[in-house]
């Protein structure tokens, strides 16, 4: 292997010095944003009872950890948000290869799909709560009605953009549906089939949120409500501290990405 001209090295170091600057700046902005609110809190230019400040919500956190009572709602808004995104996933698959694979079916079921996904969610909740009362099965189907009609409309659109010409050499080597379902369709799917799964987790959290909401006595949802209602606003932003660890372990993911990369690079100089 050729070693890289002075150009390339250049541009590489370029493009390194732009993704370090990049998480940097990202990192900065955050901390910014903390120091300006809690400054503006502690020199009353913002209201503390209303707008709370980072230290109470650090406050709340340490004595709900303390008390275990927050990992306890988390752990409950976990697990329904996870049994959401496990239906929508098999139901959202299983329905897209259905109207795949009977056109009329997918004609008749096109309109009510789009009907459906249309509807505001947070408007079907209450109805779920009367119809199915308010339990843990009720929250999972709240977490589902958010995520699966669109899920289910990408999915079948995809299905239907696969390659024509490798369909028709299927057809013509005498397969059937299934060998195009599981040789080309499925398979050249997966990219699209992953980028739907990680939007429709945060879906399904949002769903299982506004189920807590309404008709639920556990949960990081019935805990925003209860913050609320007694106007205790760290409580109600202690529950955004899991997005602050979910944009640690992105950063992390990062950080960790360009190490082995930087390593491979000295290893492939040796």
Same mark, same amino acid.
């Given at each position: $292997?050729?070693?890289?001209?002075y ?16 998480s940097?700046a ?9 120091g ?23 406050v ?7 008390d275990?009572? /927050? ?17 929508v996933? =098999? ?5 897209? =290869?259905?109207?795949w ?6 004609r008749i079921?096109?309109?009510? /799909?789009?009907?459906?996904?249309? /509807?505001p ?11 199915l009362?308010a ?8 977490? $589902? ?39 080309i369709?499925l398979?050249?799917?997966i990219p699209?089939?992953?980028?739907? $799964?990680k ?6 959290? =949002? ?22 209602? &007694? ?6 932003? &202690? ?7 979910c944009?640690t /372990?992105?950063?992390t ?5 360009w ?12």
């Open positions: $292997m050729s070693e890289p001209s150009a390339q090295k250049q541009y590489l170091l370029q493009k390194k010095h732009e993704k370090q600057f990049v940097v990202r990192i900065l902005v955050f901390l910014c944003f903390l300006l609110w809690e400054l503006s809190s502690r020199l009353g230019w913002i209201d503390s009872f209303i707008f709370s400040s980072p230290s109470q919500i650090a709340t956190f340490w004595n709900m950890c303390m275990q009572s /927050l990992f306890t709602h988390i752990g409950i808004t976990l697990t329904e948000t996870l049994l959401s995104f496990l239906f996933v =098999v139901l959202g698959i299983g329905t897209a =290869v259905l109207l694979a009977s056109p009329r079916l997918s079921a096109e309109p009510y /799909l789009v009907v459906l996904n249309s /509807l969610k947070s408007a079907l909740a209450p109805l779920l709560i009367v119809w009362g339990n843990e099965r009720t929250i999972v189907v709240a977490g $589902m009605s958010v995520a699966i009609f669109g899920s289910i409309i990408n999915l079948y659109t995809g299905f239907q953009d696969v390659d024509p010409e490798k369909l028709k050499l299927i057809d013509t080597l005498g397969g059937g549906k299934k060998d195009e379902l599981l040789k369709v398979p050249s799917s699209l089939i992953l980028s739907i $799964m939007v429709n987790i945060g879906l399904c959290l =949002v769903g299982v949120i506004i189920g807590e909401f309404i008709g639920a006595r556990e949960g990081l949802g019935y805990l925003i409500i209860y913050g609320s209602q &007694t106007f205790i606003c760290a409580c109600i932003l &202690t529950h955004w501290l899991p997005c602050f660890f944009f /372990l992105y950063i993911r990062y950080i960790v990405v190490i082995h990369l930087r390593n491979k690079i000295s290893q492939s100089r040796r």
